[in-house]
């Protein structure tokens, strides 16, 4: 029993420095998760992407002016992972459930998107099929759908 709670304990630590926080800048992720594997991506109009390997879970950060505004986590193995990284980037709000997966084997259904209400409005969607949590704000899906309209318009 001992080892088990040892165990359980050394899973949520790990866990707990594993997620980094929406509006970091490229060094705070560097020091909390080393050198990036794509370092020469260049800035595209704002917009900036880097891939970080840590403790078995690719991340996925897209930087938008300087900070982070998209963070994708590929190879959470637990609903507790998930649930961890929400709860760091919630600060003092918290995550509103949008929808639910199809039940689980077990029966159950599981979160699938939350919503963050707050200064910093957020979104989050969890495949836990592929073991993925995306969460962005909505200042880069604005800026995103706005880069993409003004594509659309060209020539008009």
């Known amino acids: 029993m001992k080892s088990l ?6 899973l949520l630590l790990a866990v707990h420095s594993l997620h980094a926080r929406l509006g970091e800048n490229e060094d705070q992720l560097k020091e909390r998760y080393g050198d990036p594997t794509n370092p020469t991506d260049k800035e595209d109009n704002h917009i900036l992407k880097r891939i970080y390997e840590y403790k078995g879970v690719t ?4 930087f938008l002016n300087k900070k982070s505004a998209s963070e994708e986590y590929e190879g959470l193995a637990t609903r507790d992972a998930v649930e961890t990284i929400l709860v ?3 600060g003092s709000f ?3 459930i949008d929808a639910f997966t199809p039940r689980d084997p077990t029966g159950q259904a599981l979160p699938s998107r939350w919503t963050l209400y707050s200064p910093a409005k957020s979104i989050a969607t969890a495949s836990y ?3 993925t949590l995306t969460i962005a704000t909505f200042e ?3 800026f995103m759908t706005a880069q993409q309209n ?5 020539g008009f």
Do not use: H, M
Not at 5 to 10: E, I, R, Y
Not at 59 to 62: A, S
């Open 5 to 10: 709670l040892v165990f359980a304990l050394g």
């Open 59 to 62: 991340i996925t950060v897209t």
């Open 88 to 90: 760091a980037n919630a």
């Open 94 to 96: 918290a995550w509103k």
């Open 129 to 131: 099929e592929s073991a």
């Open 140 to 142: 880069l899906l604005d």
């Open 150 to 154: 003004a594509g659309n318009l060209k």
